[in-house]
């Protein structure tokens, strides 16, 4: 089950450009995943880096949360619920819309509820998207110590969505790595 906040959020373009040694983007299509706080900080230092052929692209930005549990989360509870993550995908994306309608670059917003990898790709096949950006989070204490304990290792997201993606992934660094 996926829902979905509808009204996407265009601006028009301006185009201004970025300073001389910058990454250049040429992808006709952008898919920016914002999985959460650390992960926007990540792709809005990226899109200040950029250079002026980010402004020739047009961006699809993707808030992904979880699907709450249904036993836990039902009738009126669950519209409260689906309300509160809507309004967490909302604050995610708001840094990052903020910076693109700086720069004048046409974005789209999405929020989905719904599993990750499935919503990322979905949404990248939908919007015919050229590349899909994502941030990888720094491994937490716990999923070293599982490592460590179980000689196993519990892959991030970054990772999952670059081995099973159509297009190119950008894997992005968390500024805290």
Same mark, same amino acid.
């Given at each position: 089950m996926s829902l979905t906040q509808g009204?996407?959020? @265009?601006?028009? +373009?301006?185009?201004?450009? &970025?300073p001389p040694g910058a990454p250049t983007v040429t992808a006709g299509r952008?898919?920016?995943v914002v999985d959460g706080e650390g992960s926007g900080a990540a792709i809005r230092s990226w899109l @200040?880096?950029? +250079?002026?052929?980010?402004? &020739?692209?047009?961006?699809?930005?993707l808030a992904v949360l979880p699907q709450p549990e249904t036993i836990r989360s039902r009738g009126i509870f669950m519209e409260t619920v689906r309300r509160r993550l809507l309004e967490t995908g909302e604050a995610r994306l708001a840094p990052l819309r903020a910076a693109l309608d700086e720069r004048g670059i046409p974005h789209d917003d999405r929020i989905e509820i719904?599993?990750?990898?499935?919503?990322i790709q979905t949404i990248a096949a939908e919007r015919a998207c050229d590349l899909v950006v994502v941030a990888a989070a720094p491994a937490s204490e716990a999923r070293k110590r599982w490592a460590r304990v179980t000689g196993i290792g519990m892959r991030s997201l970054a990772?999952?969505?670059?081995?099973?993606a159509a297009c190119p992934v950008l894997v992005l660094k968390h500024e805290w790595h």
């Open positions: 009204t996407p959020h @265009t601006t028009r +373009r301006t185009g201004t450009g &970025a952008v898919l920016l @200040t880096g950029a +250079r002026g052929s980010l402004d &020739a692209v047009d961006v699809v930005l719904a599993d990750e990898i499935e919503a990772a999952r969505v670059s081995e099973l």
